[in-house]
């Protein structure tokens, strides 16, 4: 589904519009480095911040000293890593919380025990942390998709638009997602939410892509970026965002991991890749940022 947002936003009929999203900046030093060194060369044309995690001082650091750059929130209810975890910032007498006290690793937990005042707090809480290290904030989205109900169908998008409304913000949901078209049932959800967020001023987009998390036994760097590549060549008309996890490769991302540390490091140099760079160009497609649909929001609010 395509809606009026690339008109509103200015494009020309018919135009390919696509936004580059590093997820997971602040989660390790070793997303860290990536980030910020795709963002600085323009590779990336957003991030979203883990801020309950321990390397996010220094990543909300970078993004209080770099305002220009499109510095979003991701916000957390879930720790997935075995030998690397965090908790809530509203502490640990909350639903949000397994039996050590940190996130639950899986998305399940958060679907089915987790209170929507507890989801309300914490969100809010992590928007404000960001807020008050000096970031910009220019849209929220979500890590694992914990709030989508998409394994129950008990979301808390309730709270997640209320806050994207107070705040002015756009929010990761797409009208459609790739592959579902034959899921009447995903599809109406996706129609109910999307209306939701209509009715609140709430920006979002018309598709969300991207390419698979788990490596591949023998995979190569170039059967990753040639899919990536296809990828972008698939683009429809409308606004999609595309959304990666580019990491350095290196020993403290595989101590903290359980899997995909050798994808992430493809990740992050598919993107600086002159045969990636040459396929957008050869595609047309146009490069937004979050700050557009965060102005267009504000815009109409105003």
Request: charged residues 25%; glycine residues 8%; negative net charge.
């Amino acid at each position: 589904m395509t809606s009026d947002l690339a008109d509103r936003l200015g494009l020309a009929p018919g135009a390919r519009a696509v936004i580059i999203n590093a997820d997971d900046f602040g989660m390790c030093h070793a997303a860290n480095t990536a980030i910020t060194q795709l963002l600085d060369a323009g590779h990336v044309d957003s991030t979203t911040l883990m801020v309950p995690c321990a390397w996010a001082p220094e990543a909300m650091a970078f993004a209080a000293s770099r305002t220009d750059l499109d510095v979003g929130v991701h916000l957390v209810l879930t720790s997935e890593w075995t030998d690397y975890r965090w908790r809530p910032l509203t502490g640990a007498a909350s639903t949000l919380v397994d039996g050590a006290g940190y996130f639950p690793a899986d998305v399940l937990a958060i679907e089915e025990l987790a209170t929507v005042d507890d989801v309300a707090a914490e969100i809010a809480a992590q928007l404000q942390a960001a807020l008050d290290a000096g970031v910009d904030v220019t849209h929220l989205d979500n890590h694992m998709g914990s709030v989508y109900g998409l394994l129950t169908g008990r979301d808390f998008l309730g709270p997640v638009f209320e806050l994207a409304a107070r705040n002015g913000l756009p929010f990761r949901l797409p009208r459609s997602m790739e592959g579902t078209d034959d899921d009447a049932a995903l599809q109406a959800k996706l129609a109910e939410a999307s209306a939701a967020a209509d009715s609140l001023g709430v920006e979002i987009i018309d598709r969300l892509w991207s390419h698979p998390f788990e490596e591949v036994p023998g995979e190569s760097y170039e059967q990753v970026r040639d899919g990536f590549i296809a990828l972008l060549r698939a683009v429809p008309a409308g606004v999609t965002e595309i959304y990666l996890h580019p990491m350095v490769d290196d020993d403290e991302l595989r101590s903290v991991v359980d899997f995909a540390a050798a994808k992430r490091g493809h990740e992050l140099r598919l993107l600086s890749d002159p045969a990636v760079l040459q396929a957008f160009a050869d595609e047309g497609l146009v490069r937004l940022g979050w700050r557009d649909l965060r102005d267009l929001q504000r815009s109409r609010r105003a």
